[in-house]
């Protein structure tokens, strides 16, 4: 009878993990971070350690995407965002911010999907704690004048496309 009990309890919670990991996102509670604000400078380190900051970028917009490898919903933000990268080519700065795992562990993660923007590493999550950032994948697009745009959390790139498409209107007719 407890053998029993024991297998019904891990298919449980086989099932909860599947549920979960197919999930757009691990919650859906936005970044602290709202438009109109000016955003954190740091961003993180590439992976050969250098720091960058966001006023190194002003006049550009900035995309910004908070992620984990192990996050489904992230890999397909990542991957469909490789598509968006190479449509706006030089019409906007992407950044993919790392969540607490390893330099060989986004190494490897960017080798294996061919990313073609920069991955940077927040090791101690000091990056997404000054965002606000409580769900992931979160997107942050960022405007010429430094301040956030838009906000999103899940996988929203076609959502992202519209947003970008609605910032450089705007700023043709400024």
Sequence with gaps: MKVKCIYFLLFVLSLCIIINCSAPAIWDEPPAIQKGMFPPDVLGE???RHE???SEFRGKIVVLIFWKTWCPACRKELI????LVNEYRNKFIIYAINLGESPDVVRKFQRLYRLNFPLLLDTQSKIISSYGIKAWPA???INRQGRVYWTSVGSEVEKLRQEIEMLLREEQHD
């Design 80 to 83: 469909e965002t490789k598509a």
């Design 139 to 141: 997107t942050i697009l």
């Design 46 to 48: 590439t992976l050969d």
């Design 52 to 54: 960058i900051r966001i």
